[in-house]
């Protein structure tokens, strides 16, 4: 069973970056994606990656400003956040997608990890 496991959040201040990563102990032969769920709202898409690297997605509002990368020798998933604002304080999840596509439905993710918290401070 895969077992995803998020890293890197923090407190940072607006227009700061951070670099979050997902690990897992064996390879992943899947997209991954992103996730996050401010509060008291629901865990919405942040971006995916295909397996190979080659195809990533993002949503809109992080869009020039967020970037996802993968090292398939360390098993590990990275979102790399910059130009931080406020409203992307959330927690960040990572989960494995069930199906051989990028895709933005949570209901095709599994193996999500417990999530790290990532605060940006005005």
């Known amino acids: 069973q895969v077992q995803l496991v998020e890293s890197g959040g923090g407190l940072v201040q607006a227009g700061g970056s951070l670099r979050l990563s997902c690990t897992s102990e064996g390879r992943i032969y899947n997209p991954v994606g992103w996730f996050r769920r401010a509060p008291g709202k629901e865990r919405v898409f942040v971006g995916a990656i295909s397996w190979s690297g080659t195809i990533t997605s993002y949503t809109d509002s992080v869009k020039g400003r967020f970037t996802i990368s993968r090292d398939n020798t360390k098993n590990t998933v990275y979102l790399q956040m910059n130009s931080l604002k406020p409203e992307d304080t959330a927690v960040y999840y990572c989960?494995?997608?069930?199906?051989?596509?990028?895709?933005?439905?949570?209901?095709?993710?599994?193996?999500w990890g417990r999530g790290t918290q990532v605060t940006v401070s005005s």
């Open positions: 989960a494995a997608s069930t199906i051989n596509s990028v895709t933005a439905a949570k209901n095709f993710y599994d193996y």
